[in-house]
């Protein structure tokens, strides 16, 4: 494992610079609404807030290549100076990072992006998106102890929401959605209408019927913190699916691993081997509702599929 203090003070010192966790412009990593024509302009009154969540997936697995070489290594101890080193990932410039990122998963995470918009559109919900409103939450840093970063952080998102009027917000995934509908309040004082994506839809059978059940890897967040594990169990039941809970499912789910990637690699492949096996024993293939599960959950060999991805393709 690696000191955590020098994982938090890297992190920290990026999302100061960048406004997120990697040191990249946000510009180059958050392009998935230039092929959605249309959604920069406010047909409706709630913004979609990603929270960069899923286009930072392509990042976060390019990081933890690294990071995975280095645990255990006597280079450990030098992640403090990784803002210093031309050789370590924290201090790539913003472009070589994004170089070393895999296009075909670029792609595929910000196609989830564009699915979703796709399905609250089908669903008849007014919202619009704006890179410039749009920022990474500050989840990480909280996760990780730093309260006085992330409330710095979450402060300048909250002025730049108001900024530009925002009120109702659709977020995308559960680390974003907890920390703009729980956080916030308590950290800013400030209070938005936040609703996950998922609890807008309005879809109907489409060729889900007959098809073999799916298994649900419900996220912390949605399942342990916000009760809202229901939501995406309503959707396939819309969309004619069945599904199969695994054992530790809903506001008791077990948790895959994902958020302990930034301190230890190896911590993260404990957790996530023994949420695999629960979800093998369905037998079933599985579906989830959240960026950093799916990437974990793919890494592991499972059969995994995003609950916006599956919902694309019955509807």
Same mark, same amino acid.
């Given at each position: 494992?690696?000191?955590?203090?020098?994982?938090? *003070?890297?992190?920290?010192?990026? =999302?100061?610079?960048?406004?997120?966790?990697?040191?990249?412009?946000?510009?180059?990593? %958050?392009?998935?609404?230039?092929?959605?024509?249309?959604?920069?302009?406010?047909?409706?009154?709630?913004?979609? /807030?990603? &929270?960069?969540? @899923?286009?930072?997936?392509? @990042?976060?697995?390019?990081?933890?290549? @690294?990071?995975?070489?280095?645990?255990?290594?006597?280079?450990? *101890?030098?992640?403090?100076?990784?803002? /210093?080193?031309?050789?370590? #990932?924290?201090?790539?410039?913003?472009?070589?990072?994004?170089?070393?990122?895999?296009r075909a998963e670029k792609q595929k995470f910000n196609g989830i992006l564009q699915?979703?918009?796709?399905?609250?559109?089908?669903? &008849?919900?007014?919202? /619009?998106?704006?890179?410039?409103?749009?920022?990474?939450?500050?989840?990480?840093?909280? *996760?990780?102890?730093?309260?006085?970063?992330?409330?710095?952080?979450?402060?300048?998102? =909250?002025?730049?929401?108001?900024?530009?009027?925002?009120?109702?917000?659709?977020?995308?995934? #559960?680390?974003?959605?907890?920390?703009?509908?729980?956080?916030? #309040?308590?950290?800013? $004082?400030?209070?938005?209408?936040?609703? #996950? +994506?998922?609890?807008?839809?309005?879809?109907?059978?489409?060729?889900? %019927?007959?098809?073999?059940?799916?298994?649900?890897?419900?996220?912390?967040?949605?399942?342990?913190?916000?009760?809202?594990?229901?939501?995406?169990?309503q959707v396939l039941r819309d969309l004619g699916l069945k599904y199969v809970e695994?054992?530790?499912?809903? !506001?008791?789910?077990?948790?895959?691993? $994902?958020?302990?990637?930034?301190?230890?690699?190896?911590?993260?492949? !404990?957790?996530?081997?023994?949420? =695999?096996?629960?979800?093998?024993?369905? $037998?079933?293939?599985? =579906?989830?509702?959240?960026?950093?599960?799916?990437? %974990?959950?793919?890494?592991? &060999?499972?059969?995994?599929? *995003?609950?916006?991805?599956?919902?694309?393709? +019955?509807?």
């Open positions: 494992m690696f000191n955590p203090r020098d994982i938090i *003070d890297l992190i920290a010192a990026n =999302v100061r610079q960048s406004r997120n966790p990697f040191g990249v412009p946000s510009t180059r990593f %958050n392009t998935w609404w230039r092929k959605m024509p249309g959604f920069t302009r406010r047909p409706g009154e709630a913004l979609l /807030f990603t &929270g960069l969540m @899923y286009q930072a997936i392509p @990042y976060i697995e390019a990081t933890t290549r @690294y990071l995975e070489r280095l645990e255990g290594s006597r280079w450990a *101890d030098y992640l403090r100076w990784a803002r /210093f080193s031309r050789y370590l #990932p924290g201090s790539l410039p913003g472009r070589g990072l994004s170089f070393l990122t895999s699915t979703i918009c796709r399905l609250l559109t089908k669903s &008849g919900v007014g919202f /619009f998106y704006h890179p410039e409103m749009d920022f990474y939450s500050g989840i990480l840093l909280y *996760d990780l102890g730093d309260q006085e970063g992330f409330e710095e952080h979450a402060r300048f998102v =909250v002025r730049n929401l108001k900024l530009h009027g925002v009120h109702k917000i659709i977020t995308v995934d #559960p680390h974003t959605t907890y920390a703009l509908k729980e956080l916030y #309040p308590k950290y800013t $004082g400030e209070t938005f209408e936040v609703q #996950p +994506y998922f609890t807008l839809l309005r879809l109907s059978a489409g060729g889900g %019927n007959g098809q073999g059940p799916v298994a649900i890897h419900d996220p912390c967040f949605y399942g342990r913190y916000l009760q809202l594990s229901e939501g995406p169990r695994v054992r530790n499912s809903g !506001e008791f789910t077990s948790c895959c691993g $994902g958020p302990a990637e930034s301190v230890s690699p190896a911590l993260n492949r !404990e957790i996530l081997d023994r949420r =695999v096996a629960e979800l093998k024993a369905s $037998g079933a293939p599985v =579906v989830t509702l959240c960026p950093i599960c799916l990437a %974990n959950l793919l890494k592991a &060999g499972l059969a995994v599929e *995003d609950l916006a991805s599956l919902a694309g393709r +019955y509807c």
